[in-house]
Nanobody, 114 residues
Framework: VRLVESGGGLVQAGGSLRLSCAASGSGFSVYRMGWYTQAPGKQRELVASITRSGITNYADSVKGRFAISRDNAKNAVFLQMNSLKPEDTAVYYC?????????WGQGTQVTVSS
């Protein structure tokens, strides 16, 4: 599975961004999809995930502000980010998981200015 993220950029605090992750390869609909961030020197942390059946999970810090969704017909997953804060600044990585297999995109930078 190859994952390509897009939609990152620079936004002022309080603004919105929509990240997209396009997946190539077969069987997209069976993968658990997620968005992660990684700060320098730290492990990647989950921002949001969505199962094959559409069950979502969010980090406490983004609940009520971010929404993850997927379009299995388009092999894509999205992260709508609203009410952005400077602390949301990070590289956002798309993840596809199935069992013990994990695939990662190259990441897209999100910068929120105060």
């Amino acid at each position: 599975v190859r994952l390509v993220e897009s939609g990152g950029g620079l936004v002022q605090a309080g603004g919105s961004l929509r990240l997209s992750c396009a997946a190539s390869g077969s069987g997209f609909s069976v993968y658990r999809m997620g968005w992660y961030t990684q700060a320098p020197g730290k492990q990647r942390e989950l921002v949001a995930s969505i199962t094959r059946s559409g069950i979502t999970n969010y980090a406490d810090s983004v609940k009520g502000r971010f929404a993850i969704s997927r379009d299995n017909a388009k092999n894509a997953v999205f992260l709508q980010m609203n009410s952005l804060k400077p602390e949301d600044t990070a590289v956002y990585y798309c993840n596809a998981g199935l069992g013990t297999a994990n695939y990662w995109g190259q990441g897209t930078q999100v910068t929120v200015s105060s």
